[in-house]
């Protein structure tokens, strides 16, 4: 039976965080960290919460609050911890995640012009690719539903295994490098 997943309202979190009960952690990608994060917040990608206790140095017992965008990924992350770590930590989803904490008035840190996450970039290629290949079915060759059910597979692939080669691809291109 699944748990029930437990949140936090943003100024309660806050609240936690200053007084050292709570640990913040941040599941977003890095590249969503990098550009906008909560000042507090330690950054550990939802693929890798399962390493908690070997990449972070949480004392068990203590609050952990995850945080996300809106909240999906971070009950996400609540959901694996609890699975993984028993009753070692108290786990915690931040309501509404960083939006919410936005939206509160609560400062962020490192705020740069809006840009398309590689998982958004990845869902429109596919999407545009997807449709593309249905066109053709019906237009020009069957062929064409084939190469649209490969693709539904490889989306299948990358959220089963957590590796999608269309990310790491768009990753290189030039609008998706760091200035550094």
């Known amino acids: 039976m699944k748990q029930e997943v437990k949140t936090v309202a943003p100024r309660n979190a806050r609240e936690w965080i200053a007084s050292g009960e709570a640990v913040l952690i941040d599941v977003r990608e890095p590249e969503e960290f990098?550009?906008?994060?909560?000042?507090?917040a330690l950054s550990l990608p939802?693929?890798?919460v399962?390493?908690?206790?070997?990449v972070l140095s949480v004392p068990a017992g203590c609050k952990v609050v995850f945080q996300c965008l809106k909240g999906g990924r971070g009950q996400q992350a609540c959901e694996r911890l609890a699975a993984e770590a028993g009753s070692r930590y108290q786990v915690f989803n931040l309501e509404g995640g960083i939006a919410a904490w936005?939206?509160?008035?609560?400062?962020v840190v490192g705020v740069?012009?809006?840009?398309?996450?590689?998982?958004?970039?990845?869902q429109i290629a596919v999407g545009f690719l997807v449709l593309l290949s249905v066109l053709a079915?019906?237009?020009?060759?069957p062929a064409g539903f084939v190469v649209a059910g490969l693709f539904g597979a490889a989306?299948?692939?990358?959220?089963?295994?957590?590796?999608?080669?269309?990310?790491?691809l768009l990753n290189r291109m030039p609008w998706n490098r760091s200035a550094a």
């Open 50 to 54: 399962g390493n908690l206790t070997r």
């Open 102 to 107: 936005k939206a509160e008035g609560l400062p």
């Open 155 to 168: 989306l299948a692939f990358a959220g089963i295994s957590g590796w999608c080669g269309m990310a790491i």
């Open 46 to 48: 939802l693929s890798e």
């Open 112 to 122: 740069t012009a809006p840009r398309l996450t590689i998982f958004r970039q990845v």
């Open 137 to 141: 079915g019906f237009f020009l060759t």
């Open 34 to 40: 990098r550009s906008e994060h909560i000042a507090s």
